[in-house]
């Protein structure tokens, strides 16, 4: 082949494809065009429908992918809507789009009090339109938050430290007294190792030596033990006291039968009286 109608090949394909891409172009738009008239009648299931068919037909068409974000944000799809302002700062050249797409997850970070993330992106928002006064606004009542509520990251790891220290301690001190129960279980046996063999032995030398000390201990307090059993009555057995109460009752009752006997004599005579009638 001629390099002429080579050439000729060449740009009768590269018009072929800008006629392609400017047919498809038309038809995202087209999508695009109809999606946001749905979304304007509040008809969001439609309206995503159309847009993802926009964005399908031509990748270039960010504007319906920025769109479906919100729509789909509408919707209340907020973590789908994030997922599509990412991508649309990302792949749009257009820095309206961008604009726009940061100013958005802004408002979602701030929905979601991540006021740290709020700020860092209304700051890009401007640096893509940095004449937005609501985006400044925005920034302004985000910085203000973040002062008021400091992120809680340190605090987090704070406490998970304290935490973590915490279960150590528990960890060491179990072990600290393992430790111990496995000293004092050593101990114990190596005292039952050595003692088996000649545990009857000193049995019997501890007994013997017990006894013999039974043996030679001094009887301490027996002469007091027996003046007492002396003065203390047995069982059964009157004490000196009683003895001598017993027999002084005795000597007085016999002195009173001695007088009743001689009082009776003296009743035995007969004595003569004189009646009263």
Known sequence: MK???????????????MHLGFAQAEKAQEFSYQANELSLDSEYSKAEALYRKAYAVDENETRALYNLGTNLY??????EAFSNFKTTVEKSTFKGEK??????????????????????????????????????????????????????????????????DKQQDQKDQQNQEGDSDSEKEKQEENKNDSGDG??????????????QEQKEQPQQGDDSKKEQSQNQPRPNQLSKQQIENLLEA?????????EKLKAAKVKGKKIKTDKDW
């Not at 929905?111 to 709020?118: G, Q, V």
């Not at 005795?250 to 001695?258: A, G, I, L």
């Open 3 to 17: 390099k002429g109608n080579i050439i000729s090949v060449l740009l009768l394909l590269f018009v072929g494809s």
């Open 74 to 79: 509408k919707n209340e799809l907020v973590e």
């Open 99 to 164: 604009h726009n797409a940061y100013h958005n997850m802004g408002n979602l970070f701030m929905d979601k009090k991540e006021y740290e993330k709020a700020v860092e992106s209304y700051k890009n928002a401007l640096r893509q339109d940095p004449t937005d006064d609501e985006t400044r606004y925005n920034l302004a009542l985000a910085k203000e938050m973040l002062k008021k509520n400091p992120p809680q990251n340190n605090k987090d790891q704070d406490d998970k430290d304290e935490k973590d």
């Open 198 to 211: 000649d545990s009857e032995e000193n049995k019997n030398e501890e007994g013997g030596d017990e006894k």
């Open 250 to 258: 005795m000597r007085n009752e016999e002195k009173k039968v001695q």
